[in-house]
């Protein structure tokens, strides 16, 4: 019975050295990714704000909209039929998506200046 005993101790402890191990693993992996986000390029912030980089927006507690400077701009998928609209800066757009995707709302569905009223 000693021998089964003492059998079963060294299984159970060659598993406690490979948890060991892959834990010391997995934190080391944890530090350099955190050390490798923090020396990347500037992030913006929700609030609007570019940070120097990703470690700097989470120490003031903000959460990062996008791995660039501020502003940032939505991916837009934009169908590309040439459908002229003006938007609310005076500008000409291509369309109401590629208005949109420049945050731009549109005053008129047709090329700028858009007329309010009709003689």
């Not at 990347?40 to 927006?57: D, F, I, P, Q, S």
């Not at 500008?91 to 005053?107: D, H, I, K």
């Amino acid at each position: 019975m000693m021998y089964c005993k003492k059998k079963n101790s060294n299984k159970m402890n060659t598993a406690l050295v490979a948890i060991l191990i892959l834990t010391c693993y997995l934190q080391m992996y944890q530090a350099q990714t955190r050390r490798a986000r923090c020396y990347r390029k500037h992030v913006c912030g929700v609030n609007g704000k570019t940070y120097r980089n990703e470690c700097v927006a989470s120490r003031r507690g903000i959460i990062v909209a996008c791995k660039r400077r501020c502003p940032c701009k939505p991916n837009c998928n934009c169908v590309r039929s040439y459908r002229p609209v003006c938007g609310w800066n005076g500008q000409t757009y291509g369309s109401r998506c590629l208005a949109f995707c420049e945050r731009v709302g549109v005053r008129c569905p047709w090329p700028c200046p858009c007329f309010t009223t009709w003689n």
